[in-house]
């Protein structure tokens, strides 16, 4: 006999599978082995206690804080802890309750339902511009052809190609000259036809940039004002082009100026819902989305998110992460950005664990590489 304890997160199925479970108890099982930890902010008291004693019928628990039984404040903070089978058999339980637990099981619902992406995505940068903050990004025009086929080699799945800074208090760039700036490189893509061997994506929000790629091959408009300007929607939805919207608290000029949120999940997920309702309203079709990592965001913040990132893949969209070399792995290890790729790989480790399904990168064999191990690792068991 061998008692060997096994480390999470393990691909449930393929376990149960490999073991000769039948096909049946498979989905029965594997809802067992995923857990939520989901937390609830300013629930009225008597739904906590109504939540409490549902949850503990069905094996499930609810962490609340000490006087809730006797409704010492009217309303609590809680923290629910059930496996996937429990959170579905609350999103039922809930829906006859009063005290606002309708809406609660509607979210619990959409919790249960959201799933992980099969494959992560490496979208390589290049920058065609002067002022990046990572020098090893900015390239002109021939040499970025160059770049750009070197990471297609090493697996880049798509080309992020930018002409103005985003960086905190980058200088202001007038769409003319961002335009002077893409041109000869976007001119040389199209002639190579590299539209053809990987997916181009434009970081811009200016409409005039934005076209004029479109024209040219590009398929997806990374926009860091998520959708802004009208007129980028109607570009994407004229071009059957996917929309990226970012979160971005202020602007690049006054992002980093004390962010505040009241609720930072909350917050940023009531912003991509009100931007997705306004692009699918102009007719785009496919959207992904950026929780802007250091646009707007303190150290603590940035790590939240990639902690909590699950929490966004309730909103069904493909989910895009770009920590690469960015100032807050600085502010944990001191080291300037030519030092940031070991720290720039923990983070996209733990973004893509917790539901990324795109890495936007300035170094692409190494990610391509990580992933792959650490896709192996998840679909081992012994």
Known sequence: MFI????????????????????????ILASKMQTHIISIKELHVGAANILKQDALSIGADLAVPRGTVIAKTQFVDVLLIATQKQLEALSRKELAQPFGLKEVAKKFAEIAKAKKPQQTKIMGIINANDDSFYAQSRFHASEAIQAINTMIDEGAHIIDIGAVSSRPNAAFVSAEEELSRLKPLLDLLAHERTHEQVQLSIDSYEPKAISYALERGFSIVNDITGLMDDAVCKLCASYDATAVIMHMQGTPQTMQKNPHYKSLLSDISSFFQERIQKAEAFGVKDIILDVGIGFGKRLEENLSLLKNLEHFLTLEKPLLIGASRKSMIDSITSADVSQRLAGTLALHLEAQRNGAAILRVHDVKEHVQAIKIQEALEGVIL
């Open 4 to 27: 060997e304890k096994l480390s999470l997160p393990i691909d449930a199925k393929k376990v149960l599978k490999e073991l000769g479970v039948d096909g049946g108890g498979i989905n």
